[in-house]
């Protein structure tokens, strides 16, 4: 069974840059499946951040590709959220996700998330 | 990338059927996921490619859809389906935009 795990600093300054790291047990990135982010901000709805496959690419949510990357560490089974400029607004929970199967397929494995506040 | 629309809240009785719409005009093609989450939880999947549930979950939950709405129904509703249900719909661009959420409630 797979266990995602989030890790990272839970308060980040404005301006600055986000990075959190997803730690993945029971299957390696590389066995397929698409792997991203979804945040949730305090008190809202779930927003899609990004996905990747280890052989067909990565993708973004428009709205949010010029401050967003992600990229993975095959050997460490881990992936990686780099998120630049960050303000106030981009305060949330931010959960490490897996596909059922393909990319259209929805998340059915997730992290327990780790809430990142950006304040000064 | 597009909007989703769902209703704010859907309340019903105990037993009885409720009905979870997602909107969107340019639905068409693109496939359908549905969540739940519970306050302080991580959301859990109840449906993906619009009516096919993952391992575990309840036959009581179903989806469908037409052109420009897809549709998740609870059957047989009980307390315990209380919760936030959102919509996921699947861009051609494989950006996966969520629809704003649904608060459930069994009364």
């Known amino acids: 069974q797979v266990h995602l795990q989030e890790s990272g600093p839970g308060l980040v300054k404005p301006a600055e840059t986000l990075s959190l790291t997803c730690n993945v047990s029971?299957?390696?990135?590389?066995?397929?499946?698409?792997w991203g982010w979804v945040r949730q901000p305090p008190g809202k709805g779930l927003e899609w951040i990004g996905s990747?496959?280890?052989?067909?690419?990565?993708f973004y949510n428009p709205s949010l590709k010029s401050r967003v990357t992600i990229s993975k560490d095959s050997s460490a089974n881990q992936f990686f959220l780099i998120f630049g400029s960050v303000a106030a607004t981009d305060t949330a929970v931010y959960y490490c996700v897996k596909s059922v199967v393909d990319q259209s397929s929805g998340y059915f494995d997730w992290g327990q998330g780790i809430l990142v506040t950006v304040a000064s | 990338s597009y909007e989703l629309t769902q209703p704010p809240s859907v309340s019903v009785s105990p037993r009885q059927t409720a009905n979870i719409t997602c909107s969107g005009q340019r639905l068409g093609r693109q496939f359908i996921s549905w969540y739940r989450q519970l306050p302080g939880q991580s959301p859990v999947l109840l449906i993906y490619?619009?009516?096919q549930r993952p391992t575990g979950i309840s036959e009581r939950f179903s989806g469908s859809r037409s052109e420009t709405t897809a549709t998740l129904t609870i059957s047989e509703t009980q307390t315990v389906d209380d919760g936030d249900y959102y919509c996921q719909c699947w861009g051609a661009n494989a950006d996966g935009v969520f629809g704003p959420g649904t608060t459930v409630s069994v009364l």
């Open positions: 990747f496959h280890h052989e067909r690419g990565t």
């Open positions: 490619h619009d009516d």
């Open positions: 029971g299957l390696f990135i590389t066995d397929g499946y698409y």
